[in-house]
């Protein structure tokens, strides 16, 4: 089935420690986004890639780093400089500026 | 400057009445996209729609109805003889097909809109 997964479901951070998400889809789109969603909020962007080896700043990016070497995969690293980021990380394609579609979704917690 | 205004932030409607969701974009350029989202309480959003800026006509699937409006710069969501499992968060989303790099392809969210559906 074409689709997109999120590992891990459920991802628990000690303070100070860099962790990454995964996602990869198999939709064969060459753009892919990464969303943050804290309770009872919208969706904020944080990075987004259009194509392999190219991605920008959304409109949260301190504290987060990606990388874009595939197509397939867009991980996104939470790094200690994130001063805040227990909340529901969200990760979508697209096949250029159409309808994205998203994966399941990561919730990461900070002990 | 928020782009897309869900003022509603919760709707509560027992099964089988209507419930109408209201969305208002506000955007600069001619040519932009209008979406739709489900988000069920595992989390995930599901697509639901897409509507293009020069496509004026409204859209029926099965219990689900969408009325675009560009004179009020409104997309409206209307579920009919609502049910159980349409219990989620529905969020409108607008992307400017811009050719500049700082809009293409971006989704401004609105806040959504919590439905809940009782028996």
């Known amino acids: 089935d074409g689709g997109i997964t999120q590992s891990p479901k459920y991802l628990f951070r000690k303070e100070g420690q860099n962790v990454t998400l995964s996602c990869e889809q198999n939709?064969?789109?060459?753009?892919m986004y990464w969303y943050r969603q804290d309770p009872g909020q919208g969706l904020r962007l944080i990075y987004y890639?259009?194509?392999?080896?190219?991605?920008q700043k959304g409109d949260i990016a301190e504290g987060y780093s990606v990388s874009r070497e595939k197509k397939e995969s867009f991980p996104l690293t939470v790094t200690s400089a994130q001063k805040n980021p227990t909340a529901f990380y969200l990760c979508?394609?697209?096949?250029?500026?159409?309808?994205?579609?998203f994966g399941p979704g990561t919730r990461l917690t900070v002990l | 400057a928020q782009k897309v205004t869900q003022a509603q932030t919760e709707i509560s409607v027992v099964e089988k009445e209507d419930v109408t969701l209201d969305c208002v974009y506000e955007t600069r350029d001619t040519t932009y996209y209008l979406f739709w989202y489900k988000q069920p309480p595992s989390g995930e959003l599901v697509f639901l729609i897409r509507r293009n800026s020069f496509d004026e006509q409204n859209e029926i699937s099965g219990r689900y109805s969408w009325n675009f409006q560009k004179s009020t710069s409104s997309f409206n969501f209307t579920i009919t003889a609502s049910q159980v499992v349409d219990s989620a968060v529905y969020f409108c989303?607008?992307?400017?097909?811009?050719?500049?790099?700082?809009?293409?392809?971006?989704?401004?969210f609105g806040a959504g809109t919590q439905v809940v559906v009782t028996p």
């Open positions: 979508a394609s697209s096949i250029a500026q159409l309808e994205q579609f």
């Open positions: 989303a607008l992307s400017e097909a811009g050719m500049t790099t700082d809009s293409w392809g971006k989704l401004q």
């Open positions: 890639s259009q194509i392999v080896n190219d991605f």
């Open positions: 939709l064969n789109h060459d753009a």
